[in-house]
């Protein structure tokens, strides 16, 4: 199985400033095959970034993501209140389709 | 609009087996797999395993294989997702969600279900 380590566990930023997670594969993941989620307490996960890069319908230009092979980054360029959540990067271009343990983004 | 809905919270003893449901509406439900994800409380997400359009094929996580049975009913567009032999790791909230139009069932999954938990205690 492809083991997806996502780091820091926590990241504390205020409002306004840039936030830039990571996400490394145990191996190589086709960049066609990355997508990241967005999870809020009480909420299921909601679908960001496919394809390692490109954005789903309705989320704001705010947030991308980047990388190839093994290693991968969610950047939000500018945090909003709403942005403070659980981020969980996830591989399913190999069975079983996996996820990363998440990225917490707490307000410092 | 499109959306899954789930059914509700259930608690079963160690040994039994839990039947979730998920319907779907808003889109053409042949036309989409559906996977199944749970999520301990405090952890990242877990996928389970897919169904196909047709119904007639599933692929399980090896870990879930003998226990974990996926079903279809193209007439209601819902999906069912049947766990047995229950044990206390097996609480967690449970998720049913699409897998995004594209080439085949490596897609990414773009709408979830509301989540149903499964409380495994005696």
């Known amino acids: 199985d492809i083991v997806l380590t996502q780091s820091p566990g926590t990241l504390s930023l205020s409002p306004g400033e840039r936030a830039t997670l990571s996400c490394r594969a145990s191996q190589s993941v086709s960049s066609s095959f990355l997508a990241w989620y967005q999870q809020k307490p009480g909420q299921a996960p909601g679908l960001l970034i496919y394809g390692a890069s490109s954005r789903a319908t309705g989320i704001p230009d705010r947030f991308s993501g980047s990388g190839s092979g093994t290693d991968f980054t969610l950047t939000i360029s500018r945090l909003e209140p709403e942005d403070f959540a659980v981020y969980y990067c996830?591989?399913?271009?190999?069975?079983?389709?996996?996820f990363g343990q998440g990225t917490k983004v707490e307000i410092k | 609009q499109v959306q899954l809905v789930q059914s509700g919270a259930e608690v079963k003893k160690p040994g039994a087996s839990v039947t979730v449901s998920c319907r779907a509406s808003g889109y053409t439900f042949s036309n989409h797999y559906m996977h199944w994800v749970r999520q301990a409380p405090g952890q990242g997400p877990e996928w389970m395993g897919i169904i196909y359009p047709s119904g007639d094929t599933t692929n399980s996580a090896h870990k879930f294989q003998g226990r974990l049975t996926m079903t279809r009913d193209t007439s209601t567009s819902t999906v069912y997702m049947e766990l047995s032999s229950l044990r206390s790791e097996d609480t967690a909230m449970y998720y049913c969600a699409r897998g995004a139009a594209g080439s085949g069932s490596y897609t990414s999954f773009d709408i979830w279900g509301q989540g149903t938990m499964v409380t495994v205690s005696s």
């Open positions: 996830q591989q399913y271009g190999y069975s079983p389709r996996t």
